[in-house]
C-alpha cells in the first residue's frame, strides 16, 4: 500500500532533551512537510522540502530540525531550545506541482514530562 | 503573503439537514483551494479541491464545495448531513502564482458536529 508512516504515534520526552520523529512515504513525492497541531490553532508549518537535500523555514521552525537525504524519508527533530514542544505532529508530502493535494500520515503525539 | 479563514469554530446541524462550513482566503495570485477532514487523534484526508473550472466542486462523501472569486470564498456543502460526518474540517490554499514554493497554508478549523 502507498502511504506515509508517521513514527512513533506516542512520544514522551523529558525536559532539555532532543527527539526525532520519522517520517517516510513511498508515493514518490518530492514535495515533504512538517506541521504543528495545537487546540484552536489550526495547523502552522514548521519546515518544508521540494527536493532532496534541500529544506526551507516554515512559519514556525525555532527550535525544530529536519533533513531530507533520501526522497522518501523527511525526520524531524524537537531540540531542548523548542520551549513548548507538547503538540501532535502532522507530516505530509506531495507531488511538487501546486494543483495537487497533499498526503498526510497518522500523526505523531509528543508530550514533555 | 496567503492566508485562510474559516470564522466558525464550531457548525451544529442535525442529521438530514444541509450543512455549510465556511472558507475564506487570501492569496496575492490565483487560488488553488481544498478541503481536509480529520477524525479524532488521526492524520487529514484529503475531501475535495478546487484548480480552475467549474465553481462548484465535489468530492469525496458527498461534500462539493463553492468557489466564489468575488468573495474570495470556497464554502464546503452537503445536502444532508450524517451523524458519521462530525469531525474537524479544515480549509487551505496555495498561491497558484509567485515563489511561495508551493506552500500550503490550512486555516484554524471548524468542528461540525451533526446530532441524531
Known amino acids: 500500500d502507498g502511504g506515509i508512516t508517521q513514527s512513533p504515534k506516542y512520544l514522551f520526552r523529558k525536559e532539555g532533551q532532543n527527539v526525532t520523529l520519522s517520517c517516510e512515504q513511498n508515493?514518490?513525492?518530492?514535495?515533504m512537510y512538517w506541521y504543528r497541531q495545537d487546540p484552536g490553532q489550526g495547523l502552522r508549518l514548521i519546515y518544508y522540502?521540494?527536493?532532496?537535500?534541500?529544506?526551507q523555514k516554515g512559519d514556525i521552525a525555532e527550535g525544530y530540525s529536519v533533513s531530507r537525504e533520501k526522497k522518501e524519508s523527511f525526520p524531524l527533530t524537537v531540540t531542548s531550545a523548542q520551549k513548548n514542544p507538547t503538540a501532535f505532529y502532522l507530516c505530509a508530502s506531495s507531488a511538487v506541482q501546486k494543483n495537487t493535494e497533499a498526503f498526510f500520515g497518522q500523526g505523531t503525539r509528543l508530550t514533555v514530562v | 503573503a496567503q492566508s485562510v479563514a474559516q470564522p466558525e469554530d464550531q457548525v451544529n446541524v442535525a442529521e438530514g439537514n444541509p450543512l455549510t462550513v465556511k472558507c475564506t482566503y487570501s492569496v496575492s495570485g490565483n487560488p488553488y483551494l481544498f478541503w481536509y477532514v480529520q477524525y479524532p487523534n488521526r492524520g487529514l484526508q484529503f475531501l475535495l479541491k478546487?484548480?480552475?473550472?467549474?465553481?462548484l466542486v465535489k468530492g469525496s462523501y458527498g461534500f462539493e464545495a463553492e468557489f466564489n472569486k468575488s468573495q474570495t470564498s470556497f464554502h464546503l456543502k452537503k445536502p444532508s448531513a450524517l451523524v458519521s460526518d462530525s469531525a474537524l474540517y479544515f480549509c487551505?490554499?496555495?498561491?497558484?502564482?509567485?515563489?511561495?514554493?508551493?506552500?500550503?497554508?490550512f486555516g484554524q478549523g471548524t468542528i461540525l458536529t451533526v446530532h441524531p
Open positions: 478546487y484548480i480552475t473550472g467549474d465553481n
Open positions: 508515493l514518490n513525492h518530492d514535495a
Open positions: 522540502s521540494q527536493i532532496v537535500n534541500d529544506f
Open positions: 487551505a490554499v496555495r498561491d497558484a502564482g509567485g515563489t511561495s514554493y508551493g506552500k500550503l497554508t
